[in-house]
């Protein structure tokens, strides 16, 4: 009995330590798939070394101590390889202090603010954090915030500036269409734009934008019926309030000459169509038969007036409509008007027309002269402007604009490589750019610009006020 107990004393000693060891051995794994650079790598097995690149992040901080307690599960203490700070955490908590926490969980840790800037390190990190997601065997990477997109809306303002570097390649993208298709930046202040915007927003997922094809066939078609949609609550207001017929020519790219028919009213302008006129004279009949076709598709009753330019053909057109309805009369466009009192300016004032002319001169010689252009830039932040047939108040504009560069002007005829350019080019550029340059030193010249300006100021205003949207 007695040799009896003694080995089963002995089996009972031998089963405590196989437990024990058992035990040791289940908490050192449990270190090891935290910890990265607490042993060496070359004192790790293989099998380890495997496990720890497992988990991509534990390649950014640095174990300091296992938490001390008996049951320290998966929390070991470490520090921020970046923003050199220590936590105790599991590597969820690591994951959250370099990604952030998902929405709705609150963040039990700092968040690395700085990677929200640096665009290299950030992507880097996703790239490496994606590479172990695709694996799958990492049960720890598969509540990942890389590749989740949580629904929610996250009041937090660090969440919130998480997203400032996606929006920023948002904002490269459309700026490189815009380049890249020639389109102007002033496009973005359309009201259009945001409507898009927030329509591709709300897309589905999957949403691809339609094909060039679909875009100018059906799509347009649709789109022409959605507006004039829209437009019906405007056309609505004809029977009550009357509206005007307003006409203008104009050409197009492709160098079509074309007459459009607006209707307007208090309520807003509506575009009604516009016909090609590039194979017919626009005599005084073709223009007053254009008008009065339109009248009549709208309904003569609702009709007030009719406006065009003061061109002598739309003012014969005009007096015509005015025999076939008596209850519609003719108008002369305003800012035209207004217009040709600059015109008549330079005719009833003749210093006024002297004034103008050496003004632009002066804008001619320098944009048609490249080298004596480039010299004015190293001093002019502006550009000079040049006349428009087709823009109202243009002459105003050239003349406001002088003054503006007045001093860079200055400058420019001054410095030595504008008289090295002079001396260097034949007689009649020197010719012209003695004149240029007598000019630019005038005083008197200065002076009378500023009188014309003057005098024209009230009109240009009114001119602005009254071409735009009424």
């Known amino acids: 009995m007695a040799f009896g107990k003694k080995n089963t004393r002995q089996r009972d000693e031998t089963q405590s330590?196989?437990?024990?060891?058992?035990?040791?051995?289940?908490?050192?794994?449990?270190?090891?798939?935290?910890?990265v650079e607490t042993q060496p790598l070359e004192n790790t097995s293989e099998e380890n070394h495997s496990q720890i690149h497992k988990k991509p992040l534990l390649d950014e901080v640095t174990m300091v101590e296992a938490q001390k307690g008996k049951n320290a599960g998966g929390t070991k203490r470490w520090k921020c390889n970046h923003y050199k700070k220590s936590y105790s955490s599991s590597y969820t908590r690591i994951h959250h202090h370099f990604f952030g926490a998902p929405v709705g969980v609150k963040a039990e840790i700092?968040?690395?603010?700085?990677?929200?800037?640096n665009r290299t390190l950030l992507q880097q990190l996703k790239k490496k954090v994606e590479e172990a997601e695709k694996t799958g065997i990492s049960p720890s990477l598969t509540k990942s915030t890389v590749n989740n997109k949580l629904t929610g809306i996250s009041n937090n303002p660090i969440e919130k500036a998480f997203g400032a570097i996606e929006r920023h390649d948002v904002d490269i993208g459309i700026v490189r269409f815009l380049c890249a298709n020639g389109i102007p930046f002033n496009v973005l202040r359309s009201p259009e734009m945001a409507l898009m915007t927030n329509a591709i927003k709300n897309a589905p997922k999957d949403y691809k934008h339609p094909s060039a094809d679909r875009a100018r066939?059906?799509?347009?078609?649709?789109?022409?019926?959605?507006?004039?949609?829209?437009?019906?609550?405007?056309?609505?207001?004809?029977?009550?309030?009357?509206?005007?017929?307003?006409?203008d020519g104009w050409t197009n790219i492709k160098k079509k000459s074309l007459i459009n028919v607006f209707a307007s009213n208090s309520r807003g302008s509506m575009f009604l169509y516009a016909e090609d006129f590039s194979d017919v004279e626009k005599t005084r009949k073709?223009?007053?038969?254009?008008?009065?076709?339109?009248?009549?598709?709208?309904?003569?009753?609702?009709?007030?007036?009719?406006?065009?330019?003061?061109?002598?053909?739309?003012?014969?057109?005009?007096?015509?409509?005015?025999?076939?309805?008596?209850h519609i009369f003719w108008s002369p466009c305003v800012v035209h008007t207004l217009n040709l009192i600059f015109k008549d300016f330079a005719v009833v004032f003749p210093w006024i027309n002297d004034t103008y002319i050496r003004g632009k001169n002066i804008v001619k010689y320098f944009i048609n002269h490249s080298h004596a252009h480039s010299i004015f830039r190293n001093h002019s932040g502006l550009q000079l402007l040049k006349v428009a047939k087709t823009r109202f108040g243009s002459h105003h504009m050239l003349l406001k604009r002088l003054t503006q560069c007045r001093e860079a002007l200055v400058t420019t005829v001054f410095v030595r490589a504008w008289k090295d350019w002079l001396n260097s080019g034949d007689e009649r550029t020197k010719e012209l750019g003695r004149e240029v340059t007598t000019a630019i030193k005038d005083e008197v010249f200065w002076d009378e610009i500023d009188n014309i300006l003057a005098i024209t100021k009230p009109i240009y205003r009114m001119i602005k006020f009254a071409d735009g949207e009424g």
């Not at 330590?17 to 910890?35: G, K, V």
């Not at 009065?292 to 065009?308: C, F, M, P, R, W």
């Open 17 to 35: 330590t196989e437990w024990e060891q058992s035990q040791n051995q289940a908490s050192n794994e449990d270190f090891i798939d935290l910890e």
């Open 110 to 117: 700092a968040r690395y603010t700085v990677i929200l800037t």
């Open 217 to 247: 066939t059906s799509l347009l078609d649709d789109c022409k019926r959605v507006i004039e949609k829209e437009c019906v609550p405007i056309s609505d207001t004809w029977t009550m309030q009357g509206t005007s017929i307003i006409s």
């Open 286 to 326: 073709e223009i007053s038969n254009f008008l009065l076709k339109a009248i009549d598709e709208v309904g003569s009753s609702n009709h007030l007036q009719v406006i065009t330019d003061n061109a002598e053909n739309c003012k014969a057109a005009g007096k015509e409509i005015e025999k076939v309805h008596k």
